[in-house]
């Protein structure tokens, strides 16, 4: 499925896919990692306008 949704993305003309995933999230990191992907040195910065919960 992965590879399926790579192919369609590339003949939309997109030539990089980014993934954002979780420090901890161990699954993902092992999965993503098997089929091709490699991590890269980011740093995402984000900030809550009003309480994230209502």
């Known amino acids: 499925m992965v590879r399926y949704a790579e192919n ?8 990089k ?3 954002m995933i ?4 161990n699954p ?3 999965f993503y990692k098997r089929v091709g992907y490699e991590i890269e040195p ?3 910065m984000s ?3 009003k ?4």
Request: no cysteine.
């Open 8 to 15: 369609w993305l590339a003949g939309q003309g997109v030539r």
């Open 17 to 19: 896919v980014e993934l």
């Open 22 to 25: 979780r420090d901890d999230n």
């Open 28 to 30: 993902f990191r092992t």
């Open 42 to 44: 980011r740093i995402v």
């Open 47 to 49: 900030r809550w306008l």
């Open 51 to 54: 309480d994230h919960d209502t």
